[in-house]
């Protein structure tokens, strides 16, 4: 492991409920679209059976968004991590409904993954949506967004690849900017936060937090090409 990245992790596993249904789904898809953690590089063409860009994105919660911006860009890859068992079934059971072959499924830390699997230069973008705030000024350092992780990203992005965060809580998108600024390898496509892109479509949590009056930020940087 990098030894610039502390092995602090962002999350923790209270799984909650699994509902049958999100329970079937892991059992019976995971194989299907599953790929198991291993710590040696992956080869995406034959993970996908193609040569496409590829997009990961990091804690895809419940996977709602995941499966529509896949839907509606077929033309690319997306490798989808999440460590949340009820999120993986859900998204697998979308997955199988709406007949999508473009989503693989790593249920495992996004660090070890990144490490570990993924080759250098081989991504075209990373999504980063809605991750957990760690409001409270003593779990600031268990904030998934880092400087170490942008640094580990930006080795695996090609060039012109991206990093598209979004947040509703407005010191954490401060905090992402400041982060991402730093990087010397990423440059801002803003002037400071980004209007959000078509693509990225609306959820009914991020609905719900924009009637309640918290601002959403979208941040994208990419990476010299």
């Excluded at 997306?78 to 059971?93: D, N």
């Excluded at 249920?107 to 991504?123: F, G, R, T, W, Y």
């Excluded at 992005?157 to 990093?163: K, Q, R, S, T």
Aim: with cysteine; proline share 8%.
């Amino acid at each position: 492991m990098n030894p610039e990245i502390r092995p602090i992790r962002s999350f923790v596993l209270r799984q909650g409920r699994v509902s049958r249904a999100q329970q079937a789904a892991h059992e019976n898809l995971l194989p299907k679209y599953g790929i198991p953690f291993s710590p040696e590089r992956l080869d995406l063409d034959a993970t996908f059976g193609r040569h496409a860009p590829r997009i990961m994105e990091i804690g895809f919660g419940m996977g709602e968004s995941t499966a529509q911006i896949a839907s509606s860009n077929p033309d690319k890859d997306y490798l989808a991590l999440e460590v949340h068992t009820p999120g993986v079934g859900s998204l697998l059971k979308r997955i199988e409904e709406m007949g999508l072959q473009n989503i693989r499924i790593v249920q495992h830390d996004a660090v070890e993954v990144l490490e570990k699997m993924i080759p250098d230069c081989s991504l075209s973008g990373v999504h980063i949506y809605f991750p957990d705030p760690w409001p409270k000024k003593r779990h600031h350092k268990r904030r998934l967004i880092q400087p170490a992780l942008v640094s580990l990203i930006c080795g695996k992005l090609a060039p012109g690849g991206y990093i598209h965060a979004a947040t509703d809580w407005e010191e954490y998108a401060e905090h992402i900017l400041a982060v991402m600024s730093g990087e010397p390898l990423l440059a801002n496509t803003a002037e400071n936060y980004a209007e959000r892109p078509a693509w990225r479509p609306l959820t009914k949590f991020e609905d719900r937090g924009i009637r309640l009056g918290h601002p959403v930020r979208d941040l994208i940087f990419r990476k010299a090409g």
